[in-house]
């Protein structure tokens, strides 16, 4: 079983830095896609980056320029570097992995596209 396990959430002023990170194990990591998505209480769950194993990324609109997702296929391991955070981005954080193949373009940030999910990590920005 896919096991995802996610860390480096923590409360932060608005403005200020994270570095989320997630481990996975018992899969051929290289071959995945891998993403994160983010779920603010009453919210659905929205994609936040994607990246695939040869480092082609994708970014939803609203962190363009302020997040920065990248993996370390030696060490398994998933990051989100997120600044200039906002209270907006208050959320559950979650990694998801998904194996070949890929998805259409359209839907790497979908998340009826991704097969195993993390437990997740609390971000919380405060104004």
């Known amino acids: 079983q896919v096991q995802l396990v996610e860390s480096g959430g923590g409360s932060v002023q608005s403005g200020g830095s994270l570095r989320l990170s997630c481990a996975a194990s018992?899969?051929?990591?290289?071959?995945?896609?891998m993403a994160w998505f983010r779920q603010a209480p009453g919210e659905g769950r929205e994609g936040v980056a994607s990246i695939d194993s040869d480092g082609s990324t994708s970014y939803a609109d609203s962190v363009k320029g302020r997040f920065t997702i990248s993996r370390d296929n030696a060490k398994s391991t998933l990051y989100l570097q997120m600044n200039s955070l906002k209270p907006e981005d208050t959320a559950l954080y979650y990694c998801?992995?998904?194996?070949?193949?890929?998805?259409?373009?359209?839907?790497?940030?979908?998340?009826?596209?991704?097969?195993?999910w993390g437990q997740g990590t609390q971000v919380t920005v405060s104004s």
């Open positions: 018992r899969i051929t990591y290289s071959l995945y896609l």
């Open positions: 998801a992995a998904r194996p070949r193949p890929l998805p259409p373009r359209q839907l790497l940030l979908h998340r009826d596209a991704y097969n195993y």
